[in-house]
């Protein structure tokens, strides 16, 4: 098994996907990297021509994947942009809230150039588990498509 | 987790715990043994169990023949909580709030389709925005989009994109009245105001249908279809981002609330609050605008299809006729009374891939459908069958006025995708006459007719139920897919 990574597993109607990494960081852009995938399969189209950068914070573990993750569907609705480099710079817990920087690298999604996908809806909490193995971090998550 | 037959297509899981919850109400599944086999194999028993727990539930969870794994809440689901102290669930209505499906009636044959079929299919292509990322292409400001949120169908009637008629043969005349755009969120606006007018991806689809059966020829008269080969043309799609944002916000600020309120559920998922509480108002309405956004969309879809078929056609509106039947919403809360062991109740109805089905002379059904029973639709996949059925009865003690509202997936799209090359579906779909125009062959595979259940047996169970009555089958001739 590579040290990250992820893989889409059987759900009767939505997408879901097991991903890995060797911390959270790491964990937490594997799920980005499986939904830019649902998206558009083939990340290796993606141009590295815009960057954005964004800040999260949530209440616990779960709640800030949720919500990580939620931004995505925001760049792509309203700014139209795919990303395939995902840096999570730091996730740290800070009283009692968990706080997320990613740097991202992409481009505008384009019919023409990028694979078709397909769109999601939302990120959702179904299913969802982050948990520590040996000396990786595994989590499962479910998007609604 | 004890599951018994108590019926011909009934089967009930009684009251049981489930870890540190306990079950409330029994749960009723609507299957035969065909479908209940299908049921079984994914996690709809355990999700619609869950559902059971909420606090306020009343009579029976359902699970309907075309049940699910979704995500909380089963997807043909159903479920009645107390209208003042039960719970609301947004995830009981599910992130495309409003999705929902429209039948029009034309007055054409197949024989006058089927010349031109690939121009049309491909003149309503270009003219329907469709597929990932797709945007409208009507250009809204934002005062303009709160004007069509706060007014549902009104507001495309008053900007002359619908006719009387289509808001009379619309679920609450296309607009629900809680909505205030003001409660809405700004990512909520900015991820639909493009969208508007649009089809989207996954299931949702437009198609040109024939009539292949007519099972009960007078009221399919009164609803205008009179023979076979008679052609009309559904539309199913939802509220777009808006609506997606609309129920994510929602659940975020649902589950800070629920804290206050120490209530725990078995499913994150599943977040809930009180319905006397301001946070379920406050979702209330804006699940409002989400509807109305919905319901505008389904509209100006169903107006640029009058457009395209009086082009193509070359004739008038008139002749064409073109005429909205009924439109449902399948993903929505509504506070209806209901019956509960013979007491009357107002409930909050909360149905995530159900249709609502009123029986003859329920006050929220069109004047001219009183004595019918309100049109619910059925759609199938693309190379299957979709049912126009009228509301019977039975569903007000059996369903809460519900029924099925598709075929239900059967397989995911990841394993459809690897089943069913998307050419050989193509043309398994050519040789049965129905032509396909899809946005990516992906959609086309993970779309199959295979993977989905059979949709003549699902609509069958709620029709020997008494919940419908079968009133015409459709098959397509020509989609469109996202």
Same mark, same amino acid.
């Given at each position: ?15 879901q ?14 799920t ?6 649902t ?6 189209k ?5 960057s ?5 914070t ?20 309203v ?5 395939n ?25 384009n ?25 990786y ?9 | ?23 409330k109400?029994?749960?009723h599944?609507?299957?035969n043994d065909?479908?209940?086999?299908k049921?079984?194999?994914d996690?709809t ?19 309907l ?10 997807i043909?689901g ?6 003042e102290?039960?719970? @609301? !669930?947004?995830?009981?209505v ?5 999705? +929902? ?5 034309? &007055? $054409?044959k197949?024989?006058d389709v ?14 329907i ?7 409208g292409?009507?250009?809204l ?5 709160d ?10 009637f ?9 808001l ?7 607009f ?6 003001s409660l ?16 989207g991806?996954?299931?949702h ?15 399919a ?9 008679? @052609? !009309? ?9 808006? +609506?997606h944002?609309?129920?994510?916000? &929602? $659940? ?19 977040a ?38 009086v ?30 062991d ?34 619910a639709?059925?759609?199938?996949t ?14 007000m ?5 519900s029924t ?10 990841h ?10 579906v ?12 899809a946005a ?26 008494g919940?419908?009555?079968?009133v015409?089958?459709?098959?397509p ?5 996202g």
């Amino acid at each position: 098994m590579k040290k990250s990574g992820f893989e889409f597993e059987d759900h009767t109607a939505d997408v879901q996907a097991r991903c890995w990494g060797i911390n959270l960081e790491d964990a937490f852009a594997q799920t980005a990297y499986a939904l830019m995938a649902t998206i558009t399969p083939d990340l290796k189209k993606i141009s590295k021509n815009v960057s954005k950068t964004f800040k999260v914070t949530s209440e616990d573990k779960e709640a800030l994947l949720f919500d990580f993750l939620s931004e995505f569907l925001f760049y792509f609705d309203v700014e139209g942009l795919v990303f395939n480099e995902i840096n999570i710079t730091s996730i740290n817990k800070k009283n009692d809230q968990y706080e997320l920087t990613v740097i991202l690298l992409g481009e505008e999604f384009n019919k023409e150039i990028h694979e078709i996908g397909t769109e999601v809806k939302a990120i959702t909490y179904s299913f969802m588990k982050i948990e520590e193995k040996d000396n990786y971090i595994e989590i499962r998550i479910v998007f609604d498509i | 987790m004890d599951v018994n037959k108590i019926g011909k297509n009934v089967y009930e899981i009684t009251p049981t715990k489930i870890g540190n919850f306990q079950m409330k109400v029994p749960v009723h599944i609507y299957a035969n043994d065909y479908i209940f086999d299908k049921i079984k194999s994914d996690r709809t028993l355990e999700q619609i169990s869950n559902v059971a727990t909420l606090k306020g539930i009343q009579k029976h969870a359902i699970a309907l023949s075309d049940a699910h794994q979704g995500y909380g809440f089963c997807i043909g689901g159903v479920a009645g909580t107390d209208a003042e102290s039960g719970m @609301i !669930s947004p995830g009981g209505v599910g992130y495309d709030i409003n999705c +929902g499906v429209r039948l029009l009636r034309t &007055s $054409l044959k197949e024989n006058d389709v089927r010349k031109i079929l690939p121009t049309l299919l491909d003149a309503i292509y270009r003219n329907i925005p469709s597929g990932l990322g797709s945007r409208g292409k009507i250009k809204l400001n934002y005062s303009q989009l709160d004007d069509l949120v706060d007014n549902g169908l009104n507001w495309a009637f008053d900007n002359g994109y619908a006719l009387e008629n289509d808001l009379k043969h619309c679920e609450e005349n296309g607009f629900l009245k809680a909505a205030d755009s003001s409660l809405v969120s700004e990512k909520a606006k900015q991820r639909g105001i493009n969208q508007m007018g649009s089809l989207g991806s996954g299931n949702h689809f437009l198609e040109i249908q024939k009539v292949d059966k007519i099972y009960n020829p007078e009221i399919a008269k009164k609803l205008g279809f009179y023979e076979e080969n008679q @052609i !009309s043309v559904m539309i199913h799609t939802g509220s777009r981002a808006y +609506g997606h944002q609309v129920c994510t916000d &929602s $659940l975020r600020m649902v589950e800070k609330a629920m804290k206050d309120y120490e209530i725990n559920v078995p499913d994150r998922e599943l977040a809930c609050v009180p319905a006397d509480t301001k946070v379920a108002q406050n979702y209330l309405t804006q699940m409002a605008c989400a509807a109305n956004f919905g319901f505008n969309n389904r509209q100006l879809i169903t107006h640029w299809i009058r457009e395209t078929f009086v082009k193509s056609f070359k004739k008038d509106i008139d002749e064409l006729d073109l005429s909205l039947i009924y439109g449902v919403c399948h993903n929505i809360l509504k506070i209806e009374d209901h019956n509960v062991d013979g007491t009357k109740m107002k409930l909050n109805i909360h149905r995530k891939g159900a249709t609502r089905a009123f029986p003859p002379n329920h006050p929220e059904i069109p004047q001219d459908y009183k004595d019918i029973g309100q049109p619910a639709l059925i759609p199938g996949t693309m190379g299957s069958a979709s049912y126009l059925c009228v509301g019977k009865e039975k569903a007000m003690d059996l369903s809460f006025g519900s029924t099925a509202h598709g075929a239900g997936r059967l397989m995911s799209r990841h394993k459809a995708d690897r089943m069913y090359p998307a050419r050989e579906v193509q043309e398994d779909l050519a040789k049965k006459g129905i032509l396909i125009k899809a946005a990516s062959l992906k959609v086309i595979a993970e779309e199959a007719p295979g993977a989905y259940k059979d949709v003549d047996q699902v609509v069958q169970v709620s029709h020997d139920l008494g919940i419908i009555e079968k009133v015409v089958r459709f098959v397509p001739i020509g989609v469109v897919k996202g």
